[in-house]
């Protein structure tokens, strides 16, 4: 899932594997532990529960460019 942050940033959350690529979850679910989760993947869970998600399908490309995106930024 793509999830929009209050900074307007965009954060990938893989609900399957319990992870978002947000700062927050690296430092006070990972790092800390803290917390359980973010509040991006508390977004993912509700919207689920709540049949809010808007489901796109997407190319091996464009996943790979969404995927990279992320790296670029990071790094």
Do not use: D
């Not at 803290?34 to 049949?51: D, F, I, R």
């Amino acid at each position: 899932f793509q999830v929009l942050g209050s900074s307007g940033k965009l954060y990938t959350c893989y609900s399957s594997c319990h992870f978002c690529t947000c700062p927050a979850f690296g430092f006070s679910v990972l790092q800390k532990s803290e917390s359980l989760l973010c509040k991006h993947l508390l977004a993912v869970y509700l919207s689920q529960a709540m049949g809010a998600c808007q489901e796109l399908s997407v190319s091996e490309e464009q996943l790979t460019n969404i995927l990279l995106a992320e790296e670029e930024e990071e790094g």
